[in-house]
């Protein structure tokens, strides 16, 4: 790869379809996005290049190690405190921003006290390592054997929470402190994974829960000194947003601003990285984004209207992330035309996220 003249080089320490896809967003302004697999082998790194990641965790190989000591490995820090769900919930309790009630789980002695002051229902999940749904039980005071012996002091214990809906927000802080945020997104998890993303301006508290969810992931990327894109999952109970989970990076819920805004996520964590100007980011559209998992590649998607397909190139595996559509149009009922287009290619599994899609657009004044 032609090294650029413009930028130093940008390392991305794993070679999913995130890094792929940072790769893809840096071409067009001439800037060298090089993802790393985690056994790659080593090399010498320029010292003026940067570091980051496409995931919070990362394995212990001869090349992770170099580039753990790279004094150019932006949020070095951050990726630990956040991919460990303890700390990364004591820092939203350091922080008074809202999360659901939990407790650190070490011993079965625990349970009574949890079961009286986190919820009569909870939530069991790994500190690290749990995601898509993996690693985490619904516990309940007649259930408690689910969680066996080795599991305490990895585990916390989080309130079941009976949300009204789950939103993100994408946004990014520069070097200077200044911040950029998309509009919120409205998703549906199925079985612990994210399969459809909506995005519009006009939804109910719509400009009530961006104010609430912007001044929370402020505060979130300022106490860290964080630098680049973050995203942060939020449940909506009535008029209120509890944070779920934070993730340092670029993020799928944020993948439907490939075609529904001028600068992408991915472009606007380079930008971040390198502190390059950058307006304020606006859509004027209807955005969804379906995730295309565990299915076949089909190449009738190509034909539909007003859409855009990334396909990630791996071994199709049940509940594997495998791809995504995007989709895009100032006319709601477009998308909603164009939603029926896809619908035969997709497998029964996606059609009752297909109807929360539809109906939620339906309800868009």
Not at 25 to 51: M, Q, R, W
Not at 199 to 216: D, G, I, R, S, V
């Amino acid at each position: 790869m032609q090294q650029s003249t413009l930028y130093p080089p940008i390392y991305v320490l794993g070679n999913g379809q995130l890094g792929r896809m940072l790769r893809y967003a840096g071409a067009p302004l001439d800037i060298t996005v090089k993802p790393l697999a985690f056994d790659a082998d080593v090399f010498d790194i320029e010292s003026d290049s940067l570091i980051t990641a496409e995931i919070e965790r990362w394995e212990t190989t001869p090349l992770t190690k170099i580039l753990s000591t790279h004094p150019n490995f932006v949020n070095l820090p951050v990726f630990g405190q956040l991919a460990d769900r303890f700390t990364q919930k004591s820092l939203l309790d350091q922080l008074n921003i809202p999360t659901s009630p939990w407790q650190l789980v070490e011993s079965p002695n625990q349970w009574e006290d949890i079961f009286a002051n986190v919820g009569e229902k909870v939530v069991v999940k790994r500190r690290t390592g749990g995601y898509d749904g993996r690693g985490q039980w619904i516990v309940t005071k007649n259930s408690i054997i689910q969680i066996v012996p080795e599991l305490f002091g990895e585990v916390i214990a989080e309130k079941f929470i009976p949300f009204d809906g789950e939103i993100s927000l994408v946004g990014a802080r520069f070097r200077n402190g200044k911040h950029r945020f998309y509009p919120i997104t409205h998703n549906l998890q199925q079985n612990g994974i994210l399969r459809y993303s909506v995005t519009n301006l006009n939804l109910p508290h719509q400009q009530l829960f961006q104010a609430q969810a912007e001044k929370m992931l402020s505060a979130i990327m300022d106490e860290l000194n964080y630098v680049g894109v973050m995203a942060m999952e939020c449940f909506v109970v009535g008029e209120t947003l509890l944070i779920n989970e934070l993730a340092p990076r670029v993020h799928n819920s944020g993948h439907w601003t490939q075609l529904g805004c001028s600068i992408s996520q991915f472009e606007l964590h380079l930008r971040a990285l390198l502190d390059l100007p950058t307006p304020q980011l606006t859509t004027s559209g209807t955005n969804v984004m379906v995730n295309l998992i565990g299915i076949e590649h089909h190449k009738e998607w190509l034909s539909i209207p007003h859409s855009q397909l990334h396909w990630y190139g791996k071994e199709v595996r049940e509940g594997r992330k495998l791809g995504h559509l995007n989709l895009y149009h100032l006319d709601k009922q477009e998308i909603i035309s164009s939603l029926e287009k896809v619908k035969p290619a997709l497998t029964e599994d996606f059609y009752s996220g297909l109807e929360w899609v539809k109906d939620l657009l339906s309800n868009i004044s």
